[in-house]
């Protein structure tokens, strides 16, 4: 087991537009945006551990609820046909939660490029989205 800490940037964003234009058949809504990354961003790190997944952010999340970060990290192995490693997750949050910023999303995102880094570095964008 590798007990390095992986770490990646997760830039925070400003909409500039946003047109709803209407709800999806999967129930999630299509959208149209600008928008545009600003210097405020949250830190992601990743570190593999002998079993399960923990996330430490500092917020206050629900309990017995799997967290996006974990559902993602999840697919993400499932994807791959491989069981998922132990996982500690550490949020260094900067970007507001529940602002509109994209901390949730982005740090998602950086998670699942940590995981692409680090178990399939051959995996594209593409298969990666």
Known sequence: MNS???EREAPAKIN???DI?????D???EMRMVMQTVSLCDTVQV????????????LDLPE???????QAAEAFFR???????????????RTPAYAGMGGGSADVAALLR???DHWCPNMTDAALE
Do not use: D
């Not at 234009?21 to 058949?25: A, E, S």
């Not at 399960?52 to 952010?57: D, H």
């Open 27 to 29: 129930g999630y809504h």
């Open 16 to 18: 500039l537009t946003l």
């Open 4 to 6: 390095m800490v992986w």
């Open 79 to 93: 994807t791959l046909g491989l069981p998922a490693p132990g996982l500690r997750v550490r949020l260094i949050k």
């Open 114 to 116: 940590i995981l692409r």
């Open 47 to 58: 570190e593999e551990t002998a079993e399960g997944f923990r996330l430490e952010s500092g």
């Open 21 to 25: 234009l209407g709800r999806r058949p």
């Open 64 to 70: 017995g609820k799997k967290t996006l970060e974990q």
